[in-house]
């Protein structure tokens, strides 16, 4: 298949490109500058100049495709809605009926449920979710009427040295000399590998469902503390435990995220697409995988 992909200049869409080219698909990749066009080049894929505001660009884009990936995201900007949604509509627009779009969404939808786990009949509201935006964007492709919609929620994803909140621990462990928890710490997260999670993608990509929501997910749970303990071991600092009001200080709202646990039930993936994780687990990674050997490097 032709697929055009949103974000493969970065972490999640640069290894989903990679899977993706591995299984034969040919891709075409949104790249807003020099350096992401660089990259996406440098990956095998065919670049297209624009961004997410460019709306006849992403539509002709979509229209030369058999299948499109939105993979593109900012978690922190509080302005990415008023930014996806027209982005959406102009992809969703230019796709032929039945093809193929997978939206890239995320565990945070949930509402904390103090660790009961989540599956994908969980109601799920923007009011109660850290991250509105993902739940009005799913509403919206679900709503679509044409392409065959997959929504993919995934976990903390890991692996390959990345992750946004992985590496801002190791570099705030590196640079203050300890790696911090809140309270306890006992709250629990799931996770996934981002090449196992990019294996489902291309299985949701050629099976081609239709409004289908889907977690993905390991089955293990890690505690923020274990999370924060493994850093700490990598990088030579030390556990710390800290207040809620100590870490609203330093993060903001984004403290409350953290003693969130919602844990995902990746049930219907495993059932669906006969999808198992492979790669090493988290705590793995962290103590003497990609993030062991960047942090020694």
Do not use: C
Not at 60 to 81: I, K, Q, Y
Not at 147 to 164: E, F, M, N
Not at 263 to 288: H, I, N, Q, Y
């Amino acid at each position: 298949m032709q697929i055009f992909l949103t974000g493969a200049s970065g972490y999640l869409g640069g290894v989903l490109t990679e899977h993706l080219i591995a299984a034969g698909h040919r891709v075409s990749a949104l790249a807003r500058s020099q350096a992401a066009r660089d990259r996406v080049t440098g990956l095998g894929a065919e670049a297209v100049p624009g961004d997410l505001a460019d709306t006849a660009a992403l539509r002709l884009a979509a229209e030369r495709a058999d299948a499109v990936v939105h993979a593109a995201v900012d978690f922190t900007d509080p302005a990415m809605r008023k930014l996806e949604e027209p982005a959406l509509a102009a992809m969703l627009a230019g796709l032929r009926p039945g093809s193929p779009f997978v939206y890239t969404s995320t565990g945070l939808v949930y509402p904390d449920t103090r660790g009961v786990p989540v599956d994908e009949d969980t109601s799920v509201d923007s009011e109660h979710s850290p991250q509105p935006y993902k739940v009005l964007g799913e509403r919206q492709v679900l709503a679509a009427d044409g392409p065959a919609v997959t929504v993919i929620r995934a976990a903390l994803i890991y692996g390959r040295g990345g992750s946004g909140l992985l590496q801002g621990m190791i570099a705030g462990a590196r640079e203050r000399g300890v790696a911090t928890y809140i309270g306890d710490g006992a709250n629990e997260w799931s996770s996934v590998h981002v090449d196992d999670l990019a294996r489902l993608y291309v299985a949701a990509l050629e099976r081609g469902d239709r409004q289908l929501v889907v977690n993905v997910a390991t089955r293990s749970r890690t505690s923020m503390r274990q999370i924060a303990e493994a850093v700490a071991g990598t990088t030579g600092a030390r556990a710390l435990s800290i207040s809620l009001e100590q870490a609203r200080q330093a993060l903001g709202p984004f403290a409350g995220v953290l003693t969130r646990s919602s844990p995902l039930d990746p049930s219907r993936a495993e059932r669906v697409f006969g999808w198992k994780p492979v790669e090493p687990g988290l705590l793995d990674e962290l103590r003497t995988g990609s993030y062991a050997t960047a942090t020694r490097a």
